[in-house]
């Protein structure tokens, strides 16, 4: 408890209360351009660090050919991957860093509006990735990209949106980490929603506020609800109908390999509480993609490690070496 307090504490305050209050009303903010609406981009030292060759050396004094990109999730930012305060483990290290030092990665960290649609992230995404490109002092030879919750759908939306619009970074993906993204939804939002709905349909006006007021939430949480990745899956319907599943297949990037990886709130990998609450946001068949038989390999549970911890534990990154590892052999 001592360390989870200590964790907390190490984080910017401000930063921490602006990224949430994005995760929550992040598309009104943008809507109405409110100057708190984050802009999606490389962050250091919690500054947006524009592209240009010039300011690649900012984010990093010796770039090499091979970037690992790593996307937060919902109401969070890229302080959310530093790893508490340990014995031997300094308080700005993460799977970034250690990337870099274990294998010579260029670590780059994405900050962004999680109050948007997953679809608008997720074209933003390939954007700024196709930008990269273009001003990195080097060319790029390989992609690694660690998306923690929202962060890995919001990679996956890029990757589709980037085949439409023919942009060729995708194509130097080599392997990508879901730290429990909801491919098939949240039973969080699940809930909210079947709520509100529940309370709009009593005929009372306190209930109808209650029910206005759940509503008020996000775009991005409400594509939580059943994994929405592109446009399609939400416009045009109503964002507030009671469990409405407009989802479209999109398939995983081709030549890439995908990685699932599953919290759960008991150390029991057997215990009932993993099946019904998964990481306690993300449910297990959710965060694997519904077992799906290509992936079986490629799915790890790890017992006892939460939703969040997801974004900053040494187990998880060890799993991460290990798969690095079996491909450089």
Same mark, same amino acid.
């Given at each position: 408890?001592?360390?989870?307090?200590?964790? /907390?504490?190490?984080? @910017?305050?401000?930063? !921490?209360?602006?990224?949430?209050?994005?995760g929550?009303?992040?598309?009104?903010?943008?809507?109405?351009?409110?100057?708190?609406? =984050?802009?999606?981009?490389?962050?250091?030292?919690?500054? !947006?660090?524009?592209?240009s060759k010039?300011?690649?050396?900012?984010?990093?004094?010796?770039?090499?050919s091979?970037?690992?990109?790593?996307?937060?999730?919902?109401?969070?930012?890229?302080?959310? /991957?530093?790893?508490?305060?340990?014995?031997?483990? +300094?308080?700005?290290?993460?799977?970034? +860093?250690?990337?870099q030092?274990?294998?010579?990665?260029?670590?780059?960290?994405?900050?962004?509006?999680?109050?948007?649609?997953?679809?608008?992230?997720?074209?933003?995404?390939s954007?700024?990735?196709?930008?990269?490109?273009?001003? #990195?002092? &080097?060319?790029?030879?390989?992609?690694?990209? =660690?998306?923690? @919750?929202?962060?890995?759908?919001?990679?996956?939306?890029?990757? *589709?949106?980037?085949?439409?619009?023919?942009?060729?970074?995708?194509?130097?993906?080599?392997?990508?980490?879901?730290? $429990?993204?909801?491919?098939? $939804?949240?039973?969080?939002? &699940?809930?909210?929603?079947? +709520?509100?709905?529940?309370?709009?349909?009593?005929?009372?006006?306190?209930?109808?506020i209650?029910?206005?007021?759940?509503?008020?939430?996000?775009d $991005?949480? &409400?594509?939580?609800?059943?994994?929405?990745?592109i446009?399609?899956? /939400?416009?045009?319907?109503?964002?507030?109908?009671?469990?409405?599943?407009?989802?479209?297949?999109?398939?995983?990037?081709?030549?890439?390999? %995908? #990685?699932?990886?599953?919290? +759960?709130?008991?150390?029991d990998?057997? %215990?009932?509480?993993?099946?019904?609450? $998964?990481?306690?946001?993300?449910?297990?068949?959710?965060?694997?993609?519904?077992? *799906?038989?290509?992936?079986?390999?490629?799915?790890?549970?790890?017992?006892?490690?939460? %939703?969040?911890?997801?974004?900053?534990?040494?187990?998880?990154?060890?799993?991460?070496?290990? =798969?690095?590892?079996?491909?450089?052999?």
């Open positions: 408890m001592e360390e989870k307090l200590q964790y /907390w504490k190490n984080l @910017s305050l401000g930063n !921490l209360c602006l990224s949430f209050l994005n929550a009303i992040g598309n009104f903010l943008k809507e109405t351009k409110n100057e708190l609406a =984050i802009e999606m981009g490389f962050y250091l030292n919690n500054k !947006l660090i524009p592209l010039k300011n690649i050396l900012k984010l990093t004094p010796e770039p090499t091979k970037i690992c990109v790593l996307l937060h999730g919902l109401v969070c930012n890229e302080e959310l /991957w530093n790893f508490p305060t340990e014995p031997n483990v +300094t308080y700005n290290e993460n799977y970034g +860093t250690l990337l030092k274990d294998y010579g990665y260029t670590p780059l960290f994405v900050r962004y509006n999680t109050g948007l649609h997953v679809s608008e992230n997720g074209r933003t995404f954007e700024l990735m196709h930008n990269l490109e273009s001003v #990195y002092p &080097k060319c790029i030879e390989e992609i690694v990209i =660690i998306g923690h @919750s929202m962060g890995g759908m919001v990679a996956k939306s890029g990757f *589709h949106y980037a085949e439409l619009t023919n942009c060729f970074w995708q194509k130097k993906v080599s392997n990508v980490f879901y730290l $429990g993204s909801p491919h098939m $939804g949240s039973y969080v939002e &699940k809930t909210a929603n079947i +709520t509100s709905s529940i309370l709009s349909g009593i005929k009372n006006p306190i209930t109808k209650i029910s206005d007021i759940i509503n008020i939430r996000s $991005g949480i &409400k594509d939580m609800r059943f994994g929405n990745l446009d399609e899956d /939400w416009m045009g319907y109503d964002s507030n109908a009671f469990m409405e599943n407009n989802r479209n297949y999109v398939t995983l990037l081709k030549n890439a390999k %995908h #990685y699932m990886f599953i919290g +759960t709130v008991s150390n990998p057997e %215990h009932i509480a993993n099946k019904v609450f $998964g990481d306690f946001t993300v449910r297990m068949n959710s965060a694997s993609q519904g077992y *799906h038989k290509s992936l079986k390999d490629h799915v790890k549970i790890f017992p006892g490690i939460k %939703h969040l911890a997801l974004s900053h534990n040494p187990e998880v990154y060890n799993e991460i070496k290990k =798969i690095l590892n079996r491909r450089t052999k």
